[in-house]
Each structure stands twice: as structure tokens, then as C-alpha cells.
């Protein structure tokens, strides 16, 4: 007898992680842990894609997953590139310290 997770698994899962990273998003202020905290939740939706195609066994799930890692790989780079060159001018990457984006 071998144990298989189910879809209530692996939403609990999704939604877990989820949850940490919005908490990462609301309680921390800087940059690079704000943006790996919306990383951790665009990962969470993938899982949920995921789960739900393997539980309706199709493969949209597996296509709007993929669509989002290319959408969090953009994002990651842009955002990348912004702390980089807002870090140059202001050397803090601390959402608080950037009102805006000028020098």
C-alpha cells in the first residue's frame, strides 16, 4: 500500500507557501527580500497550476506554469537591474529610502 498525495495536498501546500511570501512582502522592507517573496508566490500558483492539471489530468496547467516562469524570469531580471542601479546612486536597497526613483 503506498501513499499518493491528493489535490487537498498540494493546495495546502501552494497555499502555505503562498502565505509566506506575502507575509515576506508586507513585513519586510528590503528590495531583494521583497522580490524573492513575490518569487516564492508566483511559485505557489505554479504549484496550484500544476496540481489541478495532474488532478484533471491535462496539460493547461502545465502551459500557464510555464508562462509564469517566463513572466518571473523578466521580472526577476528588471528588477534585478533597478536595485542594481538604485543601490549605485543611493547605497540602500530599503523600500523606505526610495521614495523615488531620481537622484
Known sequence: MSWEPTLAH????????FSIGMIGVMVRRNAIILFMSIELM??????TF???S???????GHIFAFFVM??????????LA???HVFRHKRSVNVDEMQQLQY
Open 42 to 47: 508566483l511559485n505557489a500558483v505554479n504549484l
Open 70 to 79: 517566463a513572466v518571473a524570469a523578466a521580472e526577476a531580471a528588471v528588477a
Open 54 to 60: 495532474r488532478y484533471r489530468i491535462d496539460m493547461d
Open 82 to 84: 533597478i536595485v542594481l
Open 50 to 52: 500544476i496540481a489541478f
Open 10 to 17: 498540494y493546495l495546502i501546500l501552494s497555499a502555505a507557501i
